[in-house]
Structures are given as structure tokens and as C-alpha cells.
């Protein structure tokens, strides 16, 4: 506990002060409180080797023919026999376990994220979008964003203050390490990335940009106490302004759009940056910011709009795409720092959310961010705009514009960034879309977990699609153990897998559809329970392979087996993440080229869908996929219904 309190309030710094919250407030939000369980919260275990064995054999028999499992059985149990392979390097992890909080946190670092070369937007980065707000004029646009920007210092200084409630998930506390991003950057590196964090007392600033423009601004003064508070919201609405009017054109150079690169690449555009000095000054006050608003500029879609009515499905997926990946370089891809730990969008036009780099923390933790300024800004009467400063305005300094010098190199590598960037942009296929036939009400009302129906409806889709399952990918939240993370819930059962075969076959009964789905619901709680318990098998085996590759040893056959390829190429890539009280979705982009992504936010009454897929690929349609998936859940409704009324009738 003392490590991440060491990093979280940056006791060497100045004290800060307690942000200004609506009434009430000040019960949920006591200092001191944040890390109040951490010493109670146990290592991650090391599950039993013929446990994971056994659990990837079954996970891996509904994905391959009666040959392939045979053969792979052969090589799981040649793994696993007394005294082999597999013993030795399950010995040698027990030993790791010993010596660290978490066995998997230093390699999960290194592995999924910081040597992951392929570019951070669509790739790595998840984003949100907020409920679409009209914005009228430039004042309501700015006054909106001074909001949001003043909601995200106030959550950072409770984290800083350590004043955010312990997580409780099932009477257990939750580690709650994630939630130190703040002023926390991605840095390229050759082959592998580092991240940089900045103590409080170095980070009184975040960065606006606006038209591909930077601007520092400090959002945190020095008071006449000596503690570190926020400055005023006059100050911060009158920055704002001065902010539009400094960058009313594009950049002819927008340095952010480099941040869109191939990890490699994007290292090397910035080491040739570093060659000069004022290139090193403003990449040093980026990297050191708290967190990045980006100003954009409306899309035209948006911009007719006047009113909430108007506003469909189709609007909201504009609005993804822009929080995704800012829509391509001629709209707002180049107004962005994709390294930036959290990044806020506002658009002219009131489309909106936040970008999130995803290396150090899971959407539930990371995302607290959004619901907690949402509910600071529209669900108390409570004006953070209307709070009164005395601070005198004369130690409050302006917002400073960031400079460079482009060198030819320099900007051959930013047309490059946009021409790549452009490209990734047009294979993004991302739809939104809003299922209003029944939420998470439905399921519970016949005792089914909302999560396993809604899981088990991709399971159709996609077989209704494509005649088979796939290896598919669930989030599991691993934070009942210290730095805990995720392992991965497998959604492709053998019963889901009986479950869909069924559901397709014409002379199945009512009576039989609606068991097989109970079944299969039933087998995917069990399957996550069993992951955020730590005793699944994919994050496991991982570490089993990398312990042979740090001690150099030959990598196991069970690896290079192509059922473990298959297994591991998740073509159906989700994410559950409630968000209760309000009307916003994360998203991501799918992670192999032949594969969707998929996160869902199921609410009472509806369940809010993201679905994207490469529009490079013959094989995948994102909006087919909707489509499908609309129809898998209208027909388990259907079924359960049917036969709820048999069974009511009998």
C-alpha cells in the first residue's frame, strides 16, 4: 500500500486542496479513503497445471474437428505429464509468484501493451462517446468544455487525495492501482515503449489543441497556503477563448498525427524532432501534462443537427468515430495525442467522449473518469462554472502556445502519419447502435445473467453467419488481487455451441432451445466466475510460455500447435461495461483482421452495441453483423417467452 500511495499523493510535492463538490457530495468522497483495503487484497494465484490443461482442452474442442482435437489432446497431455515440461515450468512460475505482488503485471505490461508495435488508435486505445448536447454558439461550446475540463482536474485531485470510495465487487474489496493515470504518457521506444509519470507538483498543466495547435495551460495554482488548488473557472473560460481565437486554421504541420504511427515509426519521427530544441520543449510539456482536451472542428453531419430528436444511431456513430480516431486527417485524426493517457473530445457541434491509452488501466477503472464529470455536470444542479475564486487574478498564468520547427524530414514523416493514418481510418468499420426491444430486465426476470443472454446472442450471430464458432475474446476484471487486470472469458462453450446448433435447426422444440440456453448461460457465469477468480487458463499459459522464453529454453510443441493459434486469434473480440445512468458506450476496434469488436452497456430497458470490423476484409460487415445480432436477440426473447407459456400452461 504504501508504493501507490507514494505515487498517488506525491507527498515530496505541495498539499493539495480538496476540490469544490456539489452538497452531499462530501460523503462519498473522503480522503484517505482510496487504498483503505489495499493491504488485504491477496496475490494473484497461480491456478494448477492439469486445472488449465484440462480448461484449455475444452475450450479449444467446439472450435475443431474430431482429428485436430485428438491431435492437440496428444500434445496438452505430452505437456503435462509427470515430470515433463509443463511441471518445470509451472515450478519455476510458483517461484516468480513468491517473489512479486503479481506474477503477471511486469510481463502483461511488456507483452499486450508497451511492446505491442502496431499504431495505439483502433489498435490499443478504447474510446467513449458522450450523449450528443447541441451547442447553439461558440460561448455554450466553450462554456461546455470548461466543464468538462474542470470535472476531470477535480476527479484527478481525489485520486491525488486518494478520496475516491474502495471498489466492493461480491463483499470483496477491488485493487485500486488502476486508477493512477494521471499525467501518465506513453512513450515510443525501439521495439518496446516506456511510460512516463509526472509527480503533481511537475504536472499543474494539461495541453488543449485546437486545429492542430497545442496550448499548455496551468489548471492548478499555488495559493497563498502553500496548497496546490484549481484555478478558477473565469480564468479557464477566458483561456478557452483565447485558444479558439489563436488557431482559427488548421496546422500545416500537426505534430499530433505522428502519435497515430507504427510504434517504430512514430520513434523515430520523434527522435528526429528531439534534434531541436524548442521540438523538445513542447514534447516535454505534452508528455507532462495531466491529460489532453481536444477543440474540434464540427463534422457537417452533426452540425445541421438542432435538436435532440433528430439525433439517430447514425449520428451517434459519427461521434464514435471521431472519439475513435477523429475521422481522418481532413476532419480531426491530426487534433489528438494518442500517447496521452486520457484524452477529452468536445466538438463544436456537441458530439463528444474521451479517448483512453489502455496500457495501465481496464475501462471500469479508467472510465469512472466520464461518469463521474456526467454526473458532475447533469445530474446536480450544481454549476462548477458558478464557484467562486479570490484568488487574485495576477499569479494565474495564460494559456502558452507550443511551437515547433519542422524540419523537411519532420514533415515528410507528418504527410506520411496522415496518408497511413487516412488508411486506417477508411478500414475502421464502427456502427453504433441502440437494441430497445428489452434490456437487462428481460433476462433477469427469468433468472438468466443479462451477460451470459447477451454473450450468447453474439454466439448466434456469428454462427448464424458464418456456420461455426470462433475463439471469442470476454473482458474479465482480475481486480480482487493486488495490480490485477483481466484473463479472458470464453464465451464459445461447448454448450453455447449446442445452444446455437439448435436454435438453426428447424424441427428443435421450443422446450429444447430454451434449455440448451439456459445451459449455456449457466456455463458462462461458471466460466466467469472461474476467470475473475484467477482460475482460467489463457493468462496461465502465457506465463508458462514466457517463463521459457526468460530462461531460454526451447518453446513448448503446445505453442506452436495451430489449435493454439486458432485459440488465440479471437475473431470475436468483447466487452461488457455497464455504466449505469447514462446513455454512453465504450468501442474499440476489432483485433485481427477477419474479427469484430464488439463492447455492449446493458441497461434496464435497452442495451447499448458497438460492433467494428475491417472493411478490408471480404469475410466481415459490421452492419450485417448488426443486423444479425438484432435478430438472435429477438429470437431468445421468443423462445423464452414460448416457452414461459408452456410451462405457465401446464
Known amino acids: 500500500m504504501s508504493s501507490l500511495r507514494a505515487l ?6 505541495p498539499k493539495l ?33 492439469q486445472q488449465t490443461l484440462q480448461k484449455y482442452l475444452t475450450s479449444v474442442q467446439p472450435l475443431l474437428t ?33 517473489l512479486c505482488d503479481n506474477w503477471l503485471t511486469e510481463w502483461w505490461l511488456r507483452v499486450a501493451y508497451l511492446g505491442f508495435r502496431l499504431p495505439n488508435p483502433v489498435n490499443v486505445s478504447p474510446a467513449i462517446s458522450y450523449p450528443w448536447q447541441p451547442m447553439g454558439d461558440t460561448e455554450t461550446y466553450i462554456k461546455t468544455a470548461a466543464r468538462h475540463l474542470l470535472g476531470t482536474v477535480k476527479w484527478n485531485l481525489l485520486i491525488l487525495t486518494e478520496s475516491l470510495s474502495p471498489d466492493i465487487y461480491r463483499r470483496r474489496p477491488l485493487c485500486m492501482s488502476q486508477y493512477n493515470g494521471y499525467s501518465r504518457c506513453r512513450i515510443p521506444g ?14 499543474r498543466h494539461m495541453v488543449v489543441v485546437h486545429n492542430g495547435h497545442f496550448f499548455k495551460l496551468n489548471v492548478l495554482y499555488e495559493a497563498p497556503n ?39 515509426t512514430w520513434f523515430h519521427a520523434r527522435e528526429r524532432l528531439l534534434k531541436d530544441t524548442t521540438n523538445s520543449i513542447s514534447l516535454d510539456v505534452i508528455e507532462r501534462a495531466q491529460f489532453v482536451l481536444c477543440l474540434d472542428r464540427p463534422h457537417p453531419q452533426i452540425s445541421s443537427l438542432s435538436k435532440l430528436s433528430q439525433f439517430s444511431d447514425n449520428h451517434s456513430t459519427v461521434v464514435a468515430n471521431r472519439c475513435l480516431h477523429g475521422n481522418g486527417s481532413q476532419y480531426n485524426s491530426a487534433n489528438r495525442w494518442f500517447d496521452s493517457y486520457s484524452q477529452v473530445v468536445l466538438g463544436e457541434d456537441g458530439g463528444g467522449g474521451a479517448i483512453m491509452e489502455h496500457t495501465t488501466a481496464e475501462g471500469p477503472s479508467a472510465f469512472a473518469t466520464n461518469r463521474f464529470v456526467l454526473d458532475l455536470l447533469y445530474r446536480t444542479p450544481h454549476d462548477v462554472l458558478a464557484e467562486h475564486s479570490a484568488v487574485e487574478p495576477s499569479i494565474l498564468q495564460p494559456a502558452e502556445k507550443l511551437e515547433w520547427n519542422i524540419s523537411p524530414e519532420s514533415a515528410r514523416d507528418i504527410d506520411t502519419a496522415k ?17 430497445t426491444e428489452f434490456g437487462k430486465n428481460f433476462p433477469k426476470s427469468i433468472k438468466l445473467s443479462p451477460d451470459g443472454f447477451i454473450q450468447n446472442a453474439i454466439q448466434l450471430a456469428y454462427y448464424k453467419l458464418y456456420g461455426k464458432l470462433t475463439a471469442t475474446y470476454e473482458s474479465g476484471g482480475t481486480r480482487r488481487f493486488k495490480f490485477g487486470r483481466t484473463d479472458v472469458i470464453r464465451s464459445s462453450t461447448n454448450a453455447a455451441l449446442a445452444f446455437v446448433k439448435t436454435m438453426c435447426e428447424p424441427n428443435a422444440s421450443i422446450d429444447e432451445k430454451a434449455n440448451l440456453l439456459v445451459t449455456a448461460v449457466k456455463a458462462h457465469s461458471d466460466y466467469t466466475n472461474d476467470a475473475i477468480s484467477g482460475q482460467v487458463f489463457d493468462r496461465h499459459l502465457l506465463g508458462l510460455k514466457l517463463v521459457a522464453v526468460e530462461n ?68 466481415t460487415d459490421s452492419q450485417l453483423f448488426v443486423s444479425m445480432l438484432v435478430k438472435s436477440m429477438r429470437e431468445m426473447h421468443d423462445v423464452m417467452m414460448a416457452a414461459k407459456g408452456t410451462k405457465s400452461k401446464l
Not at 484517505?32 to 493491504?39: A, L, S, T
Request: charged share 20%.
Open 419 to 435: 496518408r497511413n493514418f487516412d488508411s486506417l481510418v477508411a478500414d475502421t468499420d464502427l456502427e453504433m447502435f441502440t437494441f
Open 66 to 98: 474430431e482429428e485436430e482435437f485428438q491431435k492437440t489432446k496428444a500434445i496438452v497431455e505430452e505437456f503435462g505429464r509427470p515430470g515433463g515440461v509443463g511441471e518445470m515450468l509451472q515450478q519455476k512460475l510458483l517461484r516468480r509468484a513468491k
Open 190 to 203: 525501439p521495439a518496446v515503449d516506456t511510460l512516463r509519470r509526472t509527480p503533481i507538483h511537475e504536472s
Open 552 to 619: 531460454g529454453l526451447e518453446i513448448p510443441e503446445l505453442y506452436n500447435d495451430p489449435t493454439y493459434a486458432k485459440s488465440v486469434h479471437f475473431c470475436l473480440s468483447t466487452s461488457q461495461i455497464p455504466i449505469p445512468g447514462h446513455n454512453i458506450i465504450p468501442f474499440f476496434g476489432a483485433v485481427v483482421e477477419d474479427g469484430y469488436g464488439l463492447s455492449y452497456n446493458p441497461q434496464e430497458t435497452q442495451v447499448l452495441f458497438s460492433v467494428s470490423s475491417c472493411r478490408q476484409c471480404p469475410h
Open 17 to 49: 486542496q480538496f476540490p469544490a463538490l456539489p452538497p452531499g457530495w462530501e460523503k462519498k468522497y473522503k480522503p484517505g479513503e482510496m487504498y483503505r483495503h489495499q493491504n488485504s487484497i491477496p496475490k494473484l494465484p497461480v491456478p494448477p497445471l
Open 226 to 264: 502553500g496548497e496546490l488548488a484549481v484555478c478558477p473557472p473565469t480564468h479557464i473560460v477566458h483561456q478557452l477563448h483565447n485558444i479558439l481565437k489563436a488557431a482559427p486554421e488548421p496546422a500545416e504541420y500537426p505534430v499530433g498525427i505522428l502519435t497515430s504511427e507504427h510504434r517504430d
Open 8 to 13: 498517488a499523493s506525491q507527498a515530496r510535492g
